[in-house]
């Protein structure tokens, strides 16, 4: 695999699990290769599937919000997904959807060289920082993983069935901005 082009075109002819044969579109991923922020989702829903990009329907529209109000856009970060195939009815990946998509997001890491990753809700979590990883107790919280400053938040999904979560979630893009703050003053 040469660059991220050569991935998409691979990822988009994928059939490694059955989610291939029930979706309309592969959701690659999108977003600048340049700025090294990448935020990481579960799994494409509906919109995503109909369209073929991440994070476009309701709770999309959350996440463009929770972006703006700390300054970011689309265009500055880089935004993927644990699967890249909708799992039919908006369920949760399973396990074994998720080990036969997780190389494809592997390589995304290593293209893009994140300096930040937000894992957005539990199951991009568990997939990234710890199998056990509790959301409600461990967000907000930076892990080091050699170049990688990681933080896990809740997913803009459950924002939307609970809007007392929000704050929490607002104080952990308004640190994810801080970082990314110290980040582009460290490489000027
Ligand atoms: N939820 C996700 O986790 N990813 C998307 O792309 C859309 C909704």
Same mark, same amino acid.
């Not at 809740?154 to 007392?164: E, F, G, I, Q």
């Given at each position: 695999? /040469? #660059?991220?082009?050569?991935?998409?075109? %691979?990822?988009?002819?994928?059939?490694?699990? @059955?989610?291939?044969?029930?979706? +309309?579109?592969?959701?690659?991923?999108?977003?600048?290769?340049?700025? +090294?922020?990448?935020?990481?989702?579960?799994?494409?829903? /509906?919109?995503?599937?109909? !369209?073929?990009? @991440?994070?476009?329907?309701?709770?999309?529209?959350?996440?463009?919000?929770?972006?703006?109000?700390?300054?970011?856009?689309? !265009?500055?970060?880089?935004?993927?997904?644990?699967?890249?195939?909708?799992?039919?009815?908006?369920?949760? @990946?399973?396990?074994?959807?998720?080990?036969?998509?997780?190389? =494809?997001?592997?390589?995304?890491?290593?293209?893009?060289? @994140?300096?930040?990753?937000?894992?957005?809700?539990?199951? %991009?979590?568990? +997939?990234?920082?710890?199998?056990?990883?509790?959301?409600?107790? #461990?967000?907000?919280?930076?892990?080091?993983?050699? !170049?990688?400053?990681?933080? %896990?938040?809740? +997913?803009?999904?459950?924002?939307?069935?609970?809007?007392?979560?929000?704050? $929490?979630?607002?104080?952990?893009? &308004?640190?994810?901005?801080?970082? =990314? $703050?110290?980040?582009? &003053? &460290?490489?000027?």
């Amino acid at each position: 695999m /040469y #660059s991220l082009k050569d991935l998409e075109a %691979a990822v988009k002819s994928c059939t490694r699990c @059955p989610l291939s044969e029930t979706r +309309h579109n592969v959701v690659f991923g999108e977003g600048s290769e340049e700025n +090294h922020i990448m935020f990481i989702g579960e799994g494409p829903g /509906y919109n995503e599937d109909m !369209k073929g990009r @991440p994070f476009v329907g309701k709770s999309g529209q959350l996440f463009d919000k929770m972006l703006q109000s700390v300054g970011l856009t689309r !265009k500055e970060i880089y935004i993927a997904n644990i699967v890249k195939c909708r799992p039919p009815g908006n369920r949760n @990946p399973s396990e074994e959807e998720c080990e036969r998509c997780i190389n =494809y997001l592997r390589w995304q890491v290593k293209f893009i060289c @994140p300096d930040i990753i937000v894992c957005l809700g539990a199951v %991009a979590a568990k +997939h990234i920082l710890a199998k056990d990883f509790k959301i409600t107790r #461990s967000r907000g919280i930076w892990y080091q993983r050699g !170049k990688f400053n990681i933080m %896990a938040t809740y +997913h803009p999904s459950a924002l939307l069935r609970d809007v007392n979560k929000k704050k $929490d979630a607002w104080e952990d893009f &308004q640190a994810i901005r801080n970082m =990314y $703050d110290e980040i582009l &003053q &460290q490489n000027k």
